[in-house]
Nanobody
Framework: QVQLVESGGGLVQAGGSLRLSCAAS??????MGWYRQASGKQRELVAG???????NYSDSVKGRFTISRDNAKNTVYLQMNSLKPEDTGVYYC?????????WGQGTQVTVSS
């Protein structure tokens, strides 16, 4: 089964930027998404991208985050700009939709004010 490994998180000041990566162990032809889980809250979808590159975003990140994918490298990216303290959480990637792959370990993003 395909495994997902997220990386690129860290501690950043408000207004800063980070670029997250999600490497899959095999090809994924489905739409992919980046999910965020803040402490004590449910995991939420913040950005999605189809195999062909069509993107969508939650209102909370629209205009600040950009999702992209390199199908040849089986990798999905999330460029996060103008970060806010409320963007703090563990970020995961996975398929969009009901069917999911096993979740990776995620990558922690902490935005200080």
């Amino acid at each position: 089964q395909v495994q997902l490994v997220e990386s690129g998180g860290g501690l950043v000041q408000a207004g800063g930027s980070l670029r997250l990566s999600c490497a899959a162990s095999g090809s994924i032809f489905n739409a992919m998404g980046w999910y965020r889980q803040a402490s004590g809250k449910q995991r939420e979808l913040v950005a999605g991208i189809t195999w062909g590159g069509t993107t969508n975003y939650s209102d909370s990140v629209k205009g600040r985050f950009t999702i992209s994918r390199d199908n040849a490298k089986n990798t999905v990216y999330l460029q996060m700009n103008s970060l806010k303290p409320e963007d703090t959480g563990v970020y995961y990637c996975n398929l969009k939709g009901v069917v999911k792959l096993p979740w990776g370990q995620g990558t922690q993003v902490t935005v200080s004010s």
